[in-house]
């Protein structure tokens, strides 16, 4: 039997996203080439002109780079995931893909989230809620920082360097929604109660003088990134973001403080910059995480290994006349209703291509047994032949994408007894 998976990195700078998704695979599965054989990963770059709520994404190159291929949305598919915000002209695509094939299918995406807000756009949420699983950010799966430490270490390591690299960057150059105070930083690094978190002006000139602190001490780049930081918490403590907002200085749409805030930084944000902070991102993460800290950030989400998981639970569901309790979803197969089940999951099943000494171990006996159970619901499910993922790798700090890529390989690796689960029955 053969199994295939195409992968088409979208979003601007979808060539680096390619490469990077690339690198990634081949070190991953480097002890087994000939899964590698079974993967294509191109991109597609018609939403350059999109804006982006992230800096420019730039990746090395690698050997035999991606390349870019807009036939993907020619071909056939059993299963299509869509895990990235997607322009409309590749929409368009996408649904062309949905209404010829009629898919198994599974998005992270709805208006305001991965999705625009025009016409097409809209239409293109209608049906894909009609094709298969639509989930948002309420159905992703909170993870703690330390769990997240575990998640992270799961990564092939260029996929971990990046995850950082992203971070550090991130909540000084963040774009998309700003009218909750709390942003596209501030919704991905959460309370305890799983609340976005708020910053006040305060805390960005603290960031950006103790980043500057930071830079100031290391050779190279380091002392002119530093002036260049100074000047940007000067800039931000002499701003009335009020006055800003109501004038219409701001990055969204809406004219609020965080839209303003982000205004003033955005001239000091110079490529340069942010491409000094990525070099030193092992130096400067522990400051952030640190400031972090004080507005109460205790976890982060991960949203498209939990699609990944929803999209064969609901496989199994039908098939095996499995509960989606026995995932750790709630009726609807989507919503998370026993977090500790559904991490150990996705973990694990992100990592069953590694070394048994490597690979993520769930932390109790009776967690081994329903995650068995899993795997082996898993492994029986009916092959299932080509599958399409519209994917962002690079974009967000969990890097995610790729948690999705591995477990959706890894499952059919199982199906192909080509992996087996780890744990005794």
């Known amino acids: 039997t053969v199994w295939s998976l195409q992968v088409v990195c979208v979003s601007p700078s979808a060539r680096d996203r390619g490469n990077l998704t690339l690198a990634a695979m081949r070190t991953a599965y480097?002890?087994?080439?000939?899964?590698?054989?079974?993967?294509?990963?191109?991109y597609d770059d018609r939403d350059a002109d999109r804006k982006m709520y992230a800096p420019?994404?730039?990746?090395?190159?690698?050997?035999?780079?991606?390349?870019?291929?807009?036939?993907?949305?020619?071909?056939?598919?059993?299963d299509v995931m869509m895990m990235a915000a997607i322009s409309d002209t590749q929409g368009r695509a996408l649904r062309s893909?949905?209404?010829?094939?009629?898919p198994r299918f599974a998005a992270n995406g709805t208006p305001g989230f991965n999705v625009g807000p025009s016409p097409a756009a809209a239409e293109l949420t209608t049906v894909m809620t009609e094709a298969g699983i639509v989930e948002d950010a309420s159905s992703a799966l909170t993870l703690t920082l330390k769990e997240q430490q575990v998640y992270l270490d799961l990564l092939p390591p260029c996929a971990k360097h990046v995850a950082l690299e992203s971070r550090v960057a991130f909540a000084l150059t963040a774009r998309g929604k700003t009218d909750d105070g709390a942003g596209s930083y501030g919704r991905q690094f959460r309370d305890g109660t799983g609340k976005p978190t708020v910053r006040p002006k305060e805390w960005y000139v603290r960031l950006a003088k103790a980043f500057a602190a930071k830079l100031a001490l290391a050779g190279g780049e380091g002392p002119a990134a530093a002036a260049k930081l100074q000047a940007l918490a000067k800039a931000l403590e002499h701003a009335d973001m009020d006055r800003l907002?109501?004038?219409?200085?701001?990055?969204?749409?809406?004219?609020?403080?965080l839209g303003a805030l982000l205004c003033v930084c955005e001239p000091h944000m110079t490529a340069d910059l942010v491409a000094t902070l990525k070099a030193h991102a092992d130096d400067l993460a522990p400051v952030l995480l640190s400031l972090d800290a004080e507005v109460g950030v205790t976890g982060t989400k991960l949203y498209d290994g939990k699609l990944v998981l929803s999209f064969f639970a609901r496989m199994a569901v039908r098939e095996l006349q499995l509960t989606y309790a026995d995932f750790g979803l709630g009726p609807d197969g989507s919503s998370v209703v026993d977090r500790e089940l559904v991490r150990d999951i996705i973990?694990?099943?992100?990592?069953l291509h590694r070394p048994a000494s490597k690979r993520y171990t769930?932390?109790?006996?009776?967690?081994?047994?329903?995650?068995?159970?899993?795997?082996?619901?898993?492994?029986?499910?009916p092959f299932h032949g080509s599958t399409l993922m519209l994917c962002d790798t690079g974009v967000d700090p969990n890097e995610d994408d790729l948690c999705a890529i591995m477990m959706v390989i890894n499952v059919y690796l199982l199906v192909e007894r080509e992996l087996s689960a780890p744990f005794s029955p």
């Open 97 to 102: 893909v949905v209404e010829r094939c009629r």
């Open 56 to 78: 420019t994404f730039q990746y090395a190159d690698v050997p035999d780079p991606a390349a870019k291929d807009v036939s993907w949305e020619d071909r056939a598919y059993d």
């Open 245 to 257: 907002a109501s004038e219409g200085k701001v990055i969204s749409e809406t004219r609020d403080a």
């Open 347 to 351: 973990l694990v099943l992100m990592s």
């Open 30 to 42: 480097a002890h087994l080439p000939n899964s590698l054989d079974h993967i294509q990963v191109c």
């Open 362 to 381: 769930p932390p109790s006996a009776p967690a081994t047994t329903c995650v068995r159970h899993v795997l082996d619901a898993f492994g029986a499910l």
